[in-house]
């Protein structure tokens, strides 16, 4: 098959992780052992402090003999998505690098880094996997039903959750604020996540049932030390208006040279689209350039810009504009 035999624009290129902490000197060593741990090598870190009082620095100091790990502090406490954002901006991942979240309080398991790129390099751009919840059996960790817009879901992503680069670009900021237009204290995992899903495609979306990550339960937690907040900030998130999946960024592109404008039927692009699915496995995206005259952008302004079966988007594009074809 076309998709098979060609490697994905989107194939992974590398592995980031963000480790946001805040006061967590009794934590970070251990944090950061397990990634160390990890038999996947291949990941840069930075651990992204948010103006810790208590020598999380201090802690820190000794692993940043590795060249992978590096560290910033905020010159005053921002909350968890200010850090964050903060974070992700400054490792400015490329559009196919795996980001993956780690908080500085809890520990990877064995293996969890590896199934994580195994999952992006199948196709996959938003992955979470199960997890060990601390002196608890149960766990958040869950696939997205079928048909159902992420946010009117149970939250099912748990801790462990990773997405590739390009699905931060063009991110509306008000989509990871609270009620007053400030960056998410709690729920922030809900503002970043809903929206990564949605600008992804849930199609793209995987949830792997291992638990790799171990949660730790403390008093200083969101969901006790900012519960009314994280709630109300639930109801906020899940009130926002869903967004629109992104038309920038695909696995794979065809193109379609159409001199008169006529290469297609428009009453079969359902079929086309088909075709262009069965070329290529899913869940990777494909985008249909299709090359047109300038003078027949009328006939087909009703058809371009459209997805025209699942994970296929036929694109217009004029021939003055394409070159050699390639947008």
Not at 120 to 139: K, N, P, Q
Not at 164 to 185: E, F, I, V
Request: one cysteine or more; aromatic letters at 8%; glycine letters at 8%.
């Amino acid at each position: 098959m076309r998709g098979q035999a060609v490697r994905s624009a989107l194939h992974p290129t590398g592995l980031a992780l963000v480790v946001p902490c805040r006061d967590c000197a009794a934590f970070i060593g251990p944090c950061l052992d397990s990634v160390l741990a990890q038999d996947w090598p291949h990941w840069r870190l930075l651990v992204a402090d948010d103006a810790s009082t208590d020598g999380t620095q201090r802690a820190v100091r000794p692993y940043l003999d590795d060249p992978r790990i590096t560290w910033r502090s905020l010159p005053a406490r921002g909350g968890l998505m200010a850090n964050t954002r903060e974070a992700l901006a400054r490792l400015a991942p490329a559009p196919a690098e795996v980001v993956a979240v780690l908080d500085g309080d809890d520990t990877l398991l064995p293996g969890a880094l590896a199934r994580l790129m195994e999952e992006h390099a199948r196709g996959f751009d938003v992955v979470w996997t199960d997890m060990e919840i601390e002196g608890l059996a149960g766990s958040t960790g869950r696939a997205l039903l079928p048909g159902v817009p992420v946010r009117q879901q149970l939250w099912c992503l748990s801790q462990l959750r990773s997405f590739k680069g390009y699905l931060l670009r063009g991110l509306p900021p008000a989509c990871l604020c609270d009620p007053t237009g400030q960056p998410c204290r709690a729920a922030g995992d809900l503002a970043l996540y809903f929206a990564l899903i949605e600008r992804a495609g849930a199609a793209k979306a995987a949830f792997v049932p291992e638990r790799l990550y171990r949660y730790r339960r403390h008093a200083a937690n969101n969901c006790r030390a900012l519960r009314a907040e994280q709630l109300a900030n639930n109801r906020h998130l899940r009130a926002l208006a869903p967004l629109p999946m992104q038309t920038e960024f695909f696995d794979f592109t065809e193109t379609l040279h159409d001199p008169d404008g006529n290469a297609l039927d428009k009453l079969g692009l359902r079929e086309f689209g088909q075709a262009v699915r069965a070329r290529h496995p899913e869940p990777f995206s494909v985008r249909v350039a299709h090359v047109i005259p300038r003078a027949r952008e009328d006939s087909w302004r009703a058809y371009h810009g459209l997805w025209i079966a699942p994970g296929v988007y036929l694109d217009g594009v004029f021939e003055d504009e394409a070159g050699s074809g390639e947008p």
